[in-house]
């Protein structure tokens, strides 16, 4: 009998999982509303909220954050370009000056001026596009093309917006990560990453790990942690009972000699998610169980104890001062961002778009 998985990051599933997000922290910790933004002025101390939206529906946006001034807008692009972003934001990569705002459901990155918002071009031909990582002019965007089917890897001339070739990867590619010279790509819907040469454009090789590889951090000692979610198989048609379920893992691996001496770290069950590092590479945030973990990158088992007891729909870690972010709300009405200090209490929090659940700093 066929059989299908289902990704916890998926968008389509976003809607099933709405129901479940809830606040555990007091409410006096997230009133005050913050003021609009100037956003004519050029800022390095900026916040950018990806918000999916609802899926099938055009209302995807990125929200602006000024750390400074505590100031909030909810749809920059929208005010400045007198349209939306689309069907399903899926992320935001800073590049210089410029923002690049992937698309999912949209088939499309946009390109904007930052930091006014202002649309500078959009790269076309994509099919399900996840995330995008950039090295000088280039671009590297994972695609699903297809559920079921082979990813790939479309690879943009920056200047120009325009793809220049693609290289295949496993099923179901999400965020890559660049280190010297090589893109790893984790294939969330196998039990592999792809290790693509950033020079030639080619494979060099694919690496077997655990199932369900989704995202990946470099910590200070330059080891790469791959964080799997495992894979859960259901039955194609009613009921859509479970066939088979994998736990997940965190594996840790030497990119100079990544099949030997790895670190391997069993879950109990899976779903583990958006693996997250600190500032100085020292500490690794996750999603695991409706909670959100801190582990030492030098430790050798997980944590048991959870940082926030919080089901949040993604998190980002500034890369300045370790401020954790969190994204609460559902799927279809505006939600909002809370920040954590580096010790899991809340600070304060401000509104933005509909289903945050990605985060960039500039």
């Known amino acids: 009998m066929k059989t299908f998985s289902l990704l916890r990051t998926a968008p389509v599933f976003g809607l099933a999982l709405s129901g479940l997000l809830f606040s555990c922290e007091p409410k006096k910790k997230e009133d005050p509303q913050p003021q609009q933004p100037e956003p004519q002025a050029i800022r390095?101390?900026?916040?950018?909220?990806?918000?999916?939206?609802?899926?099938?529906?055009?209302?995807?946006?990125?929200?602006l954050y000024i750390k400074s001034t505590k100031a909030s807008e909810k749809d920059p692009f929208l005010r400045v370009n007198s349209r939306t972003l689309g069907d399903v934001v899926q992320s935001m990569s800073v590049v210089g000056n410029k923002g690049y705002v992937v698309v999912n459901n949209g088939n499309k990155v946009e390109v904007v001026n930052l930091p006014d918002f202002r649309s500078a071009g959009v790269v076309t031909g994509l099919a399900l596009p996840r995330y995008l990582a950039a090295d000088n002019n280039k671009g590297f965007v994972t695609e699903w093309v297809a559920y079921g089917q082979t990813g790939r890897v479309s690879i943009v001339?920056?200047?120009?917006?325009?793809?220049?070739?693609?290289?295949?990867?496993?099923?179901?590619?999400e965020q890559p990560l660049l280190l010297n010279g090589k893109l790893y790509v984790p294939n969330s819907d196998e039990n592999t990453l792809t290790v693509i040469n950033t020079t030639s454009n080619q494979v060099e090789t694919t690496l077997s790990i655990a199932d369900g590889p989704n995202s990946l951090a470099k910590d200070a000692a330059g080891n790469i942690w791959v964080l799997c979610s495992g894979?859960?198989?259901?039955?194609?048609?009613?009921?859509?009972?479970?066939?088979?379920?994998?736990?997940?893992?965190?594996?840790?691996?030497?990119?100079?000699?990544p099949t030997t001496g790895r670190l391997?770290?069993?879950f109990a069950s899976g779903g583990a998610t958006?693996?997250?590092?600190?500032?100085?590479?020292?500490?690794?945030?996750y999603r695991y169980e409706g909670?959100?973990?801190?582990?030492?990158?030098a430790a050798t088992a997980?944590?048991?104890?959870?940082?926030?007891?919080?089901?949040?729909?993604?998190i980002g870690v500034d890369p300045t001062d370790g401020t954790l972010y969190g994204g609460v709300g559902n799927y279809t009405t505006d939600g909002r961002t809370v920040?954590?200090?580096?010790?899991?209490?809340?600070?304060?929090s401000f509104s933005v778009g509909i289903g945050p659940s990605g985060f960039s700093f500039r």
């Open 44 to 63: 390095h101390d900026s916040v950018y909220v990806v918000n999916e939206g609802q899926f099938g529906t055009p209302n995807g946006s990125v929200s």
């Open 157 to 173: 001339d920056l200047r120009t917006n325009a793809v220049t070739t693609t290289v295949p990867v496993g099923k179901l590619p």
């Open 231 to 257: 894979l859960t198989r259901y039955n194609p048609v009613p009921p859509y009972n479970v066939l088979s379920s994998t736990p997940g893992k965190l594996v840790r691996l030497n990119p100079a000699a």
């Open 264 to 266: 391997e770290l069993p």
């Open 274 to 285: 958006n693996l997250q590092v600190s500032p100085d590479g020292q500490q690794l945030y």
């Open 291 to 297: 909670a959100v973990y801190r582990m030492s990158a």
């Open 302 to 314: 997980l944590p048991t104890t959870a940082l926030i007891r919080r089901r949040l729909n993604g």
């Open 339 to 348: 920040r954590y200090n580096t010790s899991g209490a809340p600070v304060d």
